[in-house]
């Protein structure tokens, strides 16, 4: 009868690019009874008959890819370079430097419950720390990219992974093999080899006869005790896993949330701040109109009535008290002084067809816009003189920097309406919102 010789308990291992006396292939010997160290530099085929293997531990770039029922765990190096799927379409998996995202996210639901507490408590921080970071991207044969199909254990927020595996085609198995991808300096390498193991084993366990558990993990030789604090552990893992869970949901409409208010406040308040013409007007006009003034659009009167263009926006209280108010944006301006002969002329114009002066003149100028608001200098820096001028005319220069703090406060009930109302109404010169010492003159001064 016929014996086999130098048979060993599964799996065998092949770990491609270790040197024998390294210190993971010496670790994974003391487990496994068949470890062979090759070199990544050659065909592993002219180094070992890789068909009496089961796994490939992978260490960076390899001369060719394992054979393809070998269940693989790389670290590092360019991914798997050729694999045919069933289609026979030719893709490949390639590691490439161009991950930059703050934010990441993992794993996926798919991937096994080994890997869970080791992306989220070791690798996750790790790759935080990376700038840029390793992606997994897959090309197919005629070059093109596609999103990557492999099931992460951390990717970039709605991006490619940084770490995962994908399945491998292999014909003549009934199970699809599986390539696990983590970066050259991943941390706990054997607990992700030890990871990996306890997957491929609930899914092939006839190739996998040789991992067992140490008798002190048994639970026939485990005392009431420690059964009772095993299953503690385990409710406890389950319910922060559904508790961190149900916080990424929550954290993730916080998110959403917080980009619909952004996309609001760039269609509402913000273009105060950035804005000019007609947008700019509108904004102005909306503004004035929430903390209750009456607003009327110039413009579209004397358009209707085929008049001449003047003030952009007449603003009342009601009958007895209104103000004419030209809008102004400049990109890289704190204001213009000419400007005021253009108000000038308005309330000219106000006092023929009214019969009286309006109560106030206002200037409003979302100036300087090309810089962010708190590197703006001050409105119509360097023309007090003129200034002082305009103020003779019951004249107000409204920053729209003030005017988006006054609404503000008025939207958060910082200061209600009418208290913000007798702040423009009873200013002259340089309105402030909060007011500064000299920045704001009163009517009575």
């Not at 492999?150 to 390539?179: K, M, N, Q, Y």
């Not at 009930?413 to 010492?437: C, D, K, W």
Request: contains cysteine.
């Amino acid at each position: 009868m016929a014996q086999d010789f130098g048979d060993a308990p599964r799996p065998w291992i092949l770990a491609i690019g270790f040197a024998s006396d390294d210190e993971l292939v010496t670790a994974l010997t003391k487990k496994h009874q068949k470890v062979t160290a090759i070199s990544a530099d050659s065909d592993p085929s002219v180094q070992v008959r890789e068909s009496d293997y089961d796994i490939a531990i992978v260490n960076g770039h390899t001369y060719r890819d394992p054979a393809p029922h070998l269940h693989v765990i790389q670290f590092g190096g360019g991914g798997e370079k050729r694999h045919s799927g069933p289609e026979n379409g030719q893709r490949r998996y390639v590691a490439d430097g161009n991950g930059w995202a703050g934010r990441l996210t993992g794993p996926d639901s798919e991937a096994p419950p080994e890997v869970d507490s080791l992306a989220r408590d070791s690798l996750a921080s790790h790759l935080l720390s990376e700038s840029p970071r390793t992606l997994i991207r897959k090309h197919l044969s005629q070059g093109t990219a596609q999103v990557c199909d492999a099931i992460a254990f951390v990717r970039e927020s709605a991006g490619e992974p940084c770490a995962g595996f994908w399945l491998r085609h292999c014909p003549a198995s009934d199970t699809s093999p599986e390539w696990w991808w983590l970066p050259e300096d991943a941390p706990q390498k054997e607990e992700w080899i030890r990871a990996a193991f306890s997957s491929w084993s609930r899914k092939r366990p006839a190739l996998f006869d040789g991992i067992t558990l140490s008798w002190l993990e048994d639970a026939e030789w485990m005392t009431t005790d420690e059964l009772s604090a095993r299953r503690a552990i385990n409710e406890a893992e389950r319910e922060l896993a559904e508790l961190i869970a149900q916080k990424q949901k929550d954290l993730e409409q916080l998110r959403l949330d917080r980009e619909a208010a952004e996309e609001r406040a760039s269609q509402g308040d913000r273009r105060l701040l950035t804005a000019q013409s007609n947008e700019l007007k509108d904004a102005v006009a909306d503004a004035l109109a929430s903390i209750g003034l009456r607003v009327k659009d110039s413009d579209v009167l004397r358009e209707a009535e085929d008049l001449p263009l003047l003030e952009d926006l007449q603003v009342s209280t009601g009958p007895d008290w209104t103000a004419i108010v030209e809008v102004k944006g400049y990109s890289k301006s704190s204001g213009k002084t000419a400007d005021f002969q253009k108000i000038a002329r308005a309330a000219t114009q106000f006092e023929r067809s009214a019969g009286r002066a309006p109560d106030a003149r206002w200037y409003v100028i979302n100036q300087s816009f090309s810089k962010a608001p708190p590197d703006r200098p001050q409105v119509l820096a360097g023309a007090q003189m003129d200034l002082d001028e305009f103020v003779k005319d019951c004249g107000l220069v409204l920053d729209t920097r003030d005017l988006f703090r006054l609404l503000q406060a008025v939207k958060s009930e910082a200061i209600n309406i009418e208290e913000a109302q007798r702040m423009l109404i009873g200013s002259v010169g340089r309105f402030s919102y909060p007011h500064g010492t000299d920045e704001r003159q009163k009517r009575d001064a």
